[in-house]
């Protein structure tokens, strides 16, 4: 079964600078589907970013970038600029293209941005 | 569009008694998948529903049942609760059903405790 690992349960970050949050995954598949959820306090879980295994290529979404590293199975979140907005539970997560594709989320990481 | 609506928003319980949560997707979704979260275990799938039909469903025991309406309204329904039933259940929808690299938009959740 796949499982997705997120070792770092907090991270924090001052505003304007760059934090990086780890995720790596296992699985016996070689197509499947990465994404990166926000949970801000209190509010609804909104997608920031997606990455499809195949894409060598290195999904960006404005200040949101990941690496991913197929072969170490591991996909990193990359915040530049951090704002204050950032602060959020951080959830990786893990989607089959095939078969019984429900997702699976890591354990989340809780981003701190300080003023 | 509104997003996905989830009600009630708060649910308190008794153990043994059986609850029905609603989630109403995205206009024009057809696809809807309930997760509960809980601080413990994090985020789990509980079942996918596509057309009235449940295509996925998660290792949780027979108690957790769910159904889809033919306007894509869903309902998940947890019998004889017990106490580490208490979690928050997310619903999200997507527009089809099979493309994992469809996003998932989820709603606000219900927060059901169980005393």
């Known amino acids: 079964a796949q499982t997705v690992t997120q070792s770092q349960p907090e991270m924090s970050v001052q505003e304007a600078e760059t934090v990086t949050l780890s995720c790596t995954y296992d699985?016996?598949?070689?197509?499947?589907?990465l994404f990166w959820y926000k949970q801000p306090p209190s509010r609804q879980m909104i997608l920031v970013i997606r990455?499809?295994?195949?894409?060598?290529q290195n999904a960006t979404e404005n200040r949101f970038s990941v690496n991913f590293q197929k072969a170490a199975k591991s996909f990193s979140l990359k915040i530049s600029d951090s704002q204050l907005g950032d602060a959020a539970m951080y959830f990786c997560?893990?989607?089959?293209?095939?078969?019984?594709?429900?997702?699976?989320f890591g354990a989340g990481t809780r981003l701190t941005v300080k003023p | 569009k509104a997003g996905v609506t989830q009600t009630p928003r708060y649910l308190i319980k008794t153990r043994g008694q059986q609850v029905t949560l609603s989630c109403s997707p995205i206009?024009?979704?057809?696809?809807v998948s309930w997760y509960q979260q809980t601080p413990g275990q994090g985020l789990q799938f509980l079942f996918e529903?596509?057309?009235?039909?449940?295509?996925n469903k998660g290792n949780f025991p027979g108690r957790f049942s769910g159904r889809q309406f033919s306007n894509s309204r869903s309902e998940m329904n947890v019998s004889t609760l017990e106490l580490g039933d208490s979690a928050l259940y997310l619903c999200?929808?997507?527009?089809?059903?099979?493309?994992?690299?469809?996003?998932?938009?989820f709603g606000p959740g219900t927060r059901l405790t169980v005393l």
């Open positions: 999200a929808s997507s527009p089809l059903l099979g493309t994992g690299y469809n996003e998932q938009f």
């Open positions: 699985t016996s598949e070689s197509d499947y589907y």
């Open positions: 990455q499809e295994a195949y894409k060598q």
């Open positions: 997560a893990y989607r089959s293209r095939e078969g019984n594709n429900d997702m699976r």
């Open positions: 206009s024009g979704h057809r696809s």
């Open positions: 529903y596509f057309s009235e039909t449940q295509r």
